[in-house]
């Protein structure tokens, strides 16, 4: 809350000054010295303020002039006030309300009572605030005041939120929103937004919260005030820090920081510091966050703030905390909390008294842990900190199962999940929305390890259906409510100028993208250039990413869109499950793993390793099936692990394998299974079993509601296969195109800048020798070569098709143009055979690369963006993305691979074929041939012919290694 006292809004003190005598003449003088020494803001500035403005009191009061010796008070309260001495600054405004009251101006007498409001408040003494404000509201009514009602009503309303009563606060809050405007105070107005937006914080409506934060910032941008500006980006950094976008966070704490220390204002450097330490400590970097937090201390002391002195406290104790340090987190805790206590902050005061009973808990005092945590959660509720309540409720069901109190822990964990449940849904950014999901994954992994627990001791009872349900609600809620908005066309009834303007972002997006390649294709680029585009497309895709949140608001279809719920068990096997498929089910665990095996009629449940023991496995496996000399039996281990539980029961079965984390990355298809005597035959588990990946098991059920009456498209295939990437390329001079040495199979050298780009430190700017060039990266700077076996691909695909039901689309035609034609949209299959791009940092521009040179070799827009691929309409049966990594994406925790899969399926596909690593063009040509034959002539479902496909290349003496064929897989129905 930035509640703003009456004399940092009124006029300058000079404008009050009238020379009727010489004395008054030498009081005004002093006035003035001292309103400058107030200005300068520097503690001994502030006392030499103190002494001149006590000195022109005294000349007022000998000249009589009792208004002029009222405002030479006023300006002693508030100095005193911004020392923090809150007493004596009560007395000067005490001592200035007499006279004003005495002279009758009324406007000074509300000014005044309203800055007596704001002591109290500060003091915690919300009641007898709020008594001053309404005492001073009728006062400045009657002297027609706007700009003083506006800014008594919303220093009213940031008590009614400290009190928690937050409807009450939003209203006075729009009340002074209103006034604000209709004088066309834009600094007041923009003061309120702030507020407002802090409201809808603390409710857990962080997306509310941002819009109006947004709208703040532009006023203050508008009107130059850094002060205002620098507040408005600490507290849009603290919304991306609670939803889990700690470096969004810290970029505005940055640039907030630079702000404050420009205006001096010390206490605004201190709360950001703070903000800074939070984030450093979340990212578990402790030392750094405590050097934060002692210099927000010492600065918080100096101007004398309790409330955010006890707020740095609780912050350091949370730190030792977290150090194991539990007594000296206890020493800074029992020091934070009556400072607490006396300001009134119920917030704050809730926050240490529940992470007093963490203290308590891990040091085994379970029962002094519950008490703290029973006193801080009614606090929690009474302020309206759904969040923090939420977070402990999960700590009273922590404690209450380490005691044996399981049916009461699961209660209290129900209350918790429900209150994020309803939380997320607030959240209009699909992005953000999943950032938040993945901070409190915790919550579910305790659901699940609960429910678990009880199902070994009650196993008739149900509990490990309900923990699989609790495991589906987990993950992929993103993609699910993905899915049912690409239905319910929620664009559909949104005003034109908002889509308008998201064509514009999206457009400037792609000439961003285009200006970045051409610029990496040069001989010469620095990295001041590449850093100036990479925050250009930065501040547009956040950008985009909130217009779109805005557009989902705004949508009359998102209103009324009721978003489908993860499914039970009875849904599963009535919904998704047939007499010949299984459900594997995996959901990793620091402590435990659990395995579900569901078929149509039963459930069983296992316990496997814990997570880092099935990562180190994981990631031997992947790393070996990426050299073309690997083997099968190089997964045994991970075999072991992950099936072996299950062996007995699998038969022949079709496999549905969900997965989370690491297992996502690995082909479950290439692990190896079979007996494991010596000289035993090891076989791939695709030889016994179709296998197809799912984000959850709710995904498959939504399609098939949303697919169960759409008519297939009339034409075939439609294939994109060969672009023209360089001028070079023969199709454009006559002559064939050279092999460039820096790239290997399926590499590019726009992949090279990339992971430079992404995860290598600048030497440039850290050190001052200039950073080293990369030979490959200036090599030709050619950074896609051509993959000549696309070509054969294509044409083996093609030749399967009458020529009236396919679209070939090679060389030039292989274009943007082509992909984002609407016509595209009348073929079943659709085939990309190309390079691909990998953005895991910002997932929204991973793409395909098709032609980037017409036939005049005019370079042109080549990359179908992820964001590109969501704006498509393609209700195709299947999407085959031959190129490289096309089935990876940045993993969120609770949410999977965000990427073009995922950007495929929102547009319609209904299966999705793509590889998980780096693939051979060559083997992949043939591997393709044999599936498409499969598929066109034998008819088999793309199920059925990708594992054809696949074990024809095993059973094959050149491409048995798994690294030729197993990057493949299949998402989506089988049916």
């Known amino acids: 809350m930035l509640p703003v006292s009456g004399m940092a809004q009124g ?136 700009r003083g009602e506006a800014r008594t009503l919303k220093n009213i309303g940031a008590v009614y939120s400290d009190l928690g009563e937050k409807q009450k606060a939003l209203e006075y809050l729009e009340r002074a929103l209103s006034l604000n405007q209709a004088v066309g105070d834009r600094g007041g107005e923009a003061n309120t937004l702030n507020n407002i937006g802090a409201v809808y914080s603390d409710l857990g409506e962080k997306q509310k919260a941002l819009e109006y934060y947004d709208r703040a910032l532009s006023l203050l941008q508008a009107v130059g005030d850094s002060g205002g500006e620098a507040v408005t980006l600490n507290n849009i950094g603290r919304v991306y820090s609670d939803l889990g976008e700690k470096q969004k966070a810290l970029e505005y704490y940055d640039r907030a920081l630079s702000l404050l220390q420009a ?228 664009r559909q009834g949104v005003d034109p100028q908002l889509l308008d303007q998201e064509q514009k972002l999206l457009q400037q997006v792609n000439n961003l993208e285009k200006d970045r390649y051409a610029l990496i294709s040069s001989s010469q680029f620095s990295n001041t250039e590449r850093d100036d585009l990479e925050q250009k497309s930065q501040q547009i895709l956040e950008q985009l990413d909130r217009l779109e949140a805005q557009i989902r608001n705004k949508s009359p279809r998102y209103a009324n869109l009721k978003y489908p719920q993860p499914l039970t068990l009875q849904q599963i096997q009535q919904q998704v499950l047939d007499d010949d498929t299984l459900l594997l089910k995996y959901d990793l665990g620091a402590e435990h793993t659990y395995l579900w095996l569901v078929s149509k009629n039963d459930i069983s449940s296992y316990e496997l ?161 200039p950073q080293k060039t990369n030979p490959c990266l200036s090599e030709g700077r050619r950074l896609f070569d051509r993959l000549q076996n696309t070509r054969t691909e294509a044409e083996k695909i093609l030749a399967l098709v009458p020529d009236s039901q396919k679209l070939q689309a090679l060389d030039f035609q292989a274009s943007r143009a082509t992909a984002t034609n609407p016509n595209l949209a009348q073929y079943q299959i659709l085939h990309f055979a190309t390079h691909s791009i990998l953005d895991p940092v910002n997932p929204e521009l991973s793409g395909v690369v098709l032609s980037l040179f017409d036939e005049t070799g005019t370079f042109q827009n080549g990359f179908l963006r992820l964001h590109d691929i969501f704006n498509l309409n393609l209700p195709a049966e299947l999407v085959v993305l031959s190129a490289s990594k096309t089935g990876l994406g940045e993993d969120i925790k609770g949410e999977g691979l965000v990427g073009l899969t995922r950007g495929f399926m929102y547009a319609g596909a209904k299966r999705v074929v793509a590889s998980l690593w780096d693939i051979s063009d060559l083997a992949t040509s043939e591997m393709m041939g044999e599936f498409y034959r499969r598929m066109l002539v034998e008819k088999q479902n793309p199920v059925q012919a990708l594992r054809a496909a696949q074990l024809a290349m095993w059973n094959s003496e050149q491409w048995q290694s798994p690294y030729y064929w197993a990057a493949f897989t299949i998402q989506g129905d089988w049916q």
């Open 11 to 146: 006029k300058p003190v000079e404008t009050h000054i009238a020379q009727q005598s010489p004395d008054l003449d030498e009081a005004n003088r002093i006035l003035q010295e001292g309103s400058q020494l107030f200005q300068e803001g520097s503690a001994e500035s502030l006392r030499q303020a103190i002494s001149k403005l006590e000195q022109a009191a005294i000349l007022f009061r000998q000249a009589g002039n009792q208004s002029l010796e009222a405002t030479s008070l006023l300006g002693v309260g508030r100095i005193y006030s911004s020392l923090g001495e809150k007493q004596k600054a009560l007395e000067y405004y005490d001592r200035a309300l007499s006279l004003l009251q005495a002279v009758g101006d009324r406007g000074g007498e509300a000014t005044t009572l309203n800055n007596i409001g704001l002591v109290y408040n500060s003091l915690g003494e919300k009641q007898k605030a709020l008594e001053y404000y309404d005492r001073a509201l009728p006062l400045i009514r009657a002297v027609g005041d706007l």
């Open 263 to 490: 205006v001096g204002d010390r206490r605004g450097e201190a709360t950001t510091l703070n903000n800074i330490g939070l984030v450093y400590s979340d990212l578990g970097e402790k030392q750094k966050a405590l050097e934060y937090y002692d210099r927000a201390l010492s600065l918080l002391q100096a101007v004398g703030d309790r409330r955010g002195e006890a707020t740095t406290l609780n912050n350091i104790g949370f730190v030792y905390s977290d150090l194991g340090e539990k007594q000296k987190a206890l020493e800074y805790y029992a020091r934070a909390l009556p400072l607490i206590q006396a300001v009134g902050d119920r917030r704050g005061e809730a926050r240490t008294l529940n992470n007093i009973g963490l203290v308590y808990s891990d040091l085994g005092e379970k029962q002094k842990a519950l008490e703290y945590y029973d006193r801080a959660l009614p606090l929690r509720q009474a302020v309206g900190d759904r969040g923090g309540e939420a977070n402990t409720l999960k700590n009273i069901a922590f404690t209450q199962r380490s005691q044996g109190n399981l049916k009461t822990a699961l209660t209290e964990i129900e209350k918790s999940i429900a209150i994020i449940e309803d939380l997320r849904t607030k959240i209009g950014s699909q992005d953000l929305r999943a950032s938040y999901f993945a901070t409190v994954q915790n919550h579910y992994q305790f659901y699940i390890d609960l429910l678990m627990e009880l199902h070994r001791q009650k196993p008739e009872q149900g509990y490990n259906a309900r923990a699989l349900q609790a495991s589906e609600s987990s993950h992929a809620r993103g993609l699910l409510e993905l899915l049912s908005e690409a239905a319910a066309n929620i």
């Open 609 to 769: 390793p814990p997570e880092t023991e099935i990562v180190a496995a994981a990631q031997l496996f992947r790393t070996a099936l990426q050299n073309p000399e690997a083997k099968i039996d190089t997964g045994l281990t991970l075999s072991q692990i992950l099936l072996s539980p299950v062996a007995d029961k699998l038969q022949n079965k079709r496999l549905l394998i969900v997965g989370e984390g690491i297992l996502q990355y690995i082909p479950f298809a290439a692990l190896p299974w079979g007996s494991q005597a010596p000289g035993a035959n090891i076989a791939p588990l695709l030889a016994n079993h179709e296998i197809v990946t799912l984000p959850s098991a709710s995904t498959i059920a939504i399609q098939r509601q949303q697919f169960a009456n759409r008519t297939p498209a009339p034409n075939t295939l439609a294939v994109l296969a060969d672009p023209i990437f360089t001028r070079g390329d023969e199709r454009l001079t006559g002559s064939p195109q050279k092999t460039n040495p820096c790239l290997g199979e399926g590499r590019t050298l726009f992949e090279l800048f990339e992971f430079e780009r992404l995860f290598t430190k600048d030497e440039e700017r850290l050190t001052s020798p």
